[in-house]
């Protein structure tokens, strides 16, 4: 199966089903996972956290943001990765 380093999900396309957003998980268990929010309460965001959310961008958001959160966790990533190698 493919194993990503980035899974990028919109909690609001799961419409508080998060035992999608933790199949998703399950599958590519050291992903790093960024959720975009436009609503939904703390009770979302709590359960997404309790699954691995890394990281959330509150919609609106412009491309900028995006970007630098995506460059940024990618990089966290790498980090662990590179180390692991070197020793």
Do not use: C, H, W
């Amino acid at each position: 199966s493919i194993q990503f380093d980035l899974i990028i999900a919109d909690l609001d396309l799961f419409d508080g089903n998060i035992e999608s957003l933790q199949a998703v998980k399950r599958a590519n268990p050291f992903a790093r996972l960024l959720a975009i929010r436009g609503f939904g309460g703390s009770e979302l965001v709590e359960a997404a956290s309790a699954v691995g959310v890394d990281r959330y961008i509150t919609k609106p958001f412009r491309a900028e943001q995006l970007q630098a959160d995506v460059s940024r966790m990618l990089a966290e990533y790498m980090i662990p990765a590179e180390e692991a190698v070197a020793s």
